[in-house]
């Protein structure tokens, strides 16, 4: 029988073991969990954080956000300040990353999707978002090398393709998107589009709705250009109906309007003139495509030319098998008759004549073989 100082025993050497397990486990967790790397260049790393700071919870919802990350970076006496966030995908970084986007932003030369302001500079990296401050200490070449090595850690599945049918000319920074409710309101706010907050349950996100902003100006004309794209071309015409009857009092009066296109919808928000906003829409990068997945075939007439001849061909190939069987038949008939006279063909035990018998001479049936 065990002692209870035994069992004692046992279960603090138990929880030694564990504690030891834990300990040597966790900094093999962090280096797993850290995206941005120690070292690029001639940068290197001085302190970490991983904690997010508050945000709002139906935002990080909508987004998927999965890991943040701060990181200083010093070399040579300069400091770098990078801020790293982390979405299920790149769709719903690319949200986020525009949402960052201030007037006047120009795109970098860095990165792909990227934009630069007062040092500040954004970079999407596939779905990771990236903050850089105090950009202007770092040369362009140690800032790519940045965007290299978090790549490795990154989902490169496409952007969202609603982003290429905007017109151009749009206002640098501009720019918004918006695969939820809150990001999409949240640009209505950012363009000062407030008024058209009813827009929102009658988009239709939960049937996979995308939408992309964008402010534009031509001399005194001005306007924000709304684009939704839906999963089928059904969907956008039912939205459609949908987005009408949301559209605040005296929206249509003042020329807005929503009009269709294969699966897209174009709203044209606060225009200047109506002719304004059809000139935004005839400069949109969209075009509908119909893909037909049945095999097809071609069929096409032969030359009259070439019909007739093979009908002649045919016609002389039927006549000279027609003479060619009849000289057969009528060939071996002759033969047999002269050496087999009577014994195959017109055998007298199986010949009928009638005959009239008109004349003197005696009737012989011999006389017809």
């Keep these: 029988m065990v002692s209870k100082g035994m069992q004692g025993m046992r279960k603090l050497f138990f929880i030694a073991v564990l504690s030891f ?59 770098l300040h990078v801020t790293l966030r982390k979405f299920r995908d790149p769709t719903s970084a690319y949200q986020i990353y525009t949402s960052q986007l201030t007037p006047q932003m120009l795109p970098s030369t860095v990165w792909g ?73 949240g640009a209505l706010a950012d363009l000062h589009q407030d008024a058209y907050a009813s827009l929102t349950p009658a988009v239709g996100f939960h049937v996979g709705a995308e939408a992309m902003f964008a402010e534009y100006h031509r001399g005194k004309d001005s306007g924000v250009l709304l684009l939704l794209e839906y999963p089928n071309s059904q969907l956008a015409g039912l939205h459609l109906k949908h987005l009408e009857q949301a559209l605040p009092a005296g929206a249509q009066e003042a020329g807005v309007t929503v009009e269709r296109n294969g699966s897209l919808l174009s709203i044209v928000l606060a225009p200047t003139s109506g002719t304004y906003a059809t000139s ?51 060939g071996v008939r002759l033969l047999t008759k002269i050496f087999f006279p009577g014994k195959v063909f017109d055998r007298p035990d199986q010949l009928d004549v009638l005959q009239l018998g008109l004349s003197s001479k005696r009737i012989d049936s011999r006389d017809f073989y």
């Design 113 to 185: 999707p990227s934009a630069i302001k007062d040092g500040r500079l954004l970079l999407l990296v596939g779905n990771v978002f990236l903050e850089v401050n105090d950009s202007q200490n770092a040369s362009a070449d140690d800032l790519k090398q940045l965007a290299t090595a978090v790549q490795k850690h990154a989902d490169q599945t496409p952007l969202p393709p609603v982003r290429t049918y905007l017109a151009e000319g749009f206002s640098d920074g501009t720019q918004r998107y918006a695969e939820g409710p809150f990001g999409f309101r």
């Design 280 to 330: 935004l829409r005839q400069a949109l990068n969209y075009q509908t495509e119909l893909t037909w997945h049945e095999p097809t075939h071609t069929i096409t007439d032969p030359p009259l030319t070439t019909t007739i001849a093979k009908i002649i061909l045919a016609t002389f190939l039927l006549m000279v098998i027609a003479v060619v069987l009849g000289i057969a038949f009528g």
């Design 21 to 79: 397990v834990l300990a040597a486990a966790a900094p093999h967790a962090s280096a797993q969990q850290r995206v941005l790397p120690e070292h690029f260049a001639s940068w290197t790393a001085q302190a970490a954080t991983f904690s997010a700071p508050a945000v709002n919870p139906e935002i990080s919802k909508e987004v998927g956000e999965t890991a943040f990350e701060i990181s200083d970076y010093s070399s040579a006496g300069k400091d």
